[in-house]
């Protein structure tokens, strides 16, 4: 069973940066892909990006391409989200959610941000964004 945990929220300026840190127990990470989500009060969770497993090969919602990035220490059985130039639209709840799924080819981001290929879930950390 594996169990994801994340870390690395709080309160930044529009314009700043934070890394966020996912890690896992109980599993090898490096066996899953792994997603980044967010929820802001009131609306859906949503896909932010993804690595997958293997290649590290990464897809991502227009609303953050160019600005977060995501990598992976399998050493640590960590992956991270890098959040550059936030903007107070990026207050959310983050979370991370592993997959043994897999995808390549066309179509990959519609895979990835399908809420329902992910057995596992972690509880979140909060980001705020001031303006």
């Known amino acids: 069973q594996v169990q994801l945990v994340e870390s690395g929220g709080g309160l930044v300026q529009a314009g700043g940066s934070l890394r966020l840190s996912c890690t896992a127990s109980g599993g090898t990470f490096s066996f899953y892909s792994t997603s980044w989500f967010r929820q802001a009060p009131g609306k859906e969770r949503e896909f932010v990006g993804a690595?997958?497993?293997?290649?590290?090969?990464?897809y991502w919602a227009d609303s953050v391409k160019g600005r977060f990035t995501i990598s992976r220490d399998n050493t640590k059985n960590t992956v991270y989200l890098q959040m550059n130039s936030l903007k107070p639209e990026d207050t959310a709840h983050y979370y991370c959610?592993?997959?043994?799924?897999?995808?390549?080819?066309?179509?990959?981001?519609?895979?990835?941000?399908?809420?329902?290929?992910?057995?596992?879930w972690g509880q979140g950390t909060q980001v705020t964004v001031s303006s």
């Open positions: 959610a592993a997959t043994t799924s897999y995808c390549s080819g066309y179509g990959c981001y519609a895979h990835w941000s399908r809420r329902e290929i992910y057995a596992y």
């Open positions: 690595i997958r497993r293997g290649d590290n090969s990464t």
